[in-house]
């Protein structure tokens, strides 16, 4: 999740926090490409360890001189470089987008080498059902190979040892009076393509 300016890092935490008790008693919590650390400081201030990993210098630097512990590298790396199950839970916001399906199949593979049985996977994706999304702001990052809908997950987490317990939409925006209104309409005379725009799974580490 890119956050540009003071204001934006408030949308981020009100973004992320309602994932944050997801992990309590399921630490130490993994995220993947864990960008400017907004989740990973949301985790330090409810006493839950957090370990990131991600590429690039400058975020890794900001985040440790935060107190953040932040690896350096490749996702894929260093999920081979720990020990079966050393992780209680694992964050994957806005990452899969990124990859091919044989990517992310590999992912949630390595996610459940690295995260102990009963423990929990969080993904985080932009909702292409949201016509906003899919008519613009999802293809807007040159980044992104391709969209990843709640069913698409679900096929790719239970071939790796996940079981789907829980999905749902979210959105960064703050919710008004308003936009609801204008939403539910839209729901109404075009079918339900106005909705969060992202969604999430909640998925448990199979036995």
Known sequence: MYVADARDLQVAKRYFTPFVERFRNQEPVLELASGKGIFQDLLKEAGIQGVGVEMDDDLCQSCQQRGLQIIKGDLFSHMDSVAEGHYGGC??????EHFLPQQVDEMFHKAARVVRPGGILVVITPNIANLRRAAGDFWRDPTHVRPYPIAA????LRK??????DSGECTD??????????????NVLLGRYWGGDDVWVVAKRLP
């Open 173 to 186: 925006r703050p919710t008004s009076v308003k936009r609801t209104i204008v939403y539910t309409l839209r």
């Open 153 to 156: 997950l679900h096929k790719l």
């Open 91 to 96: 964050l994957a916001s806005h990452i899969v």
């Open 160 to 165: 790796n040892q996940w079981e789907m317990v």
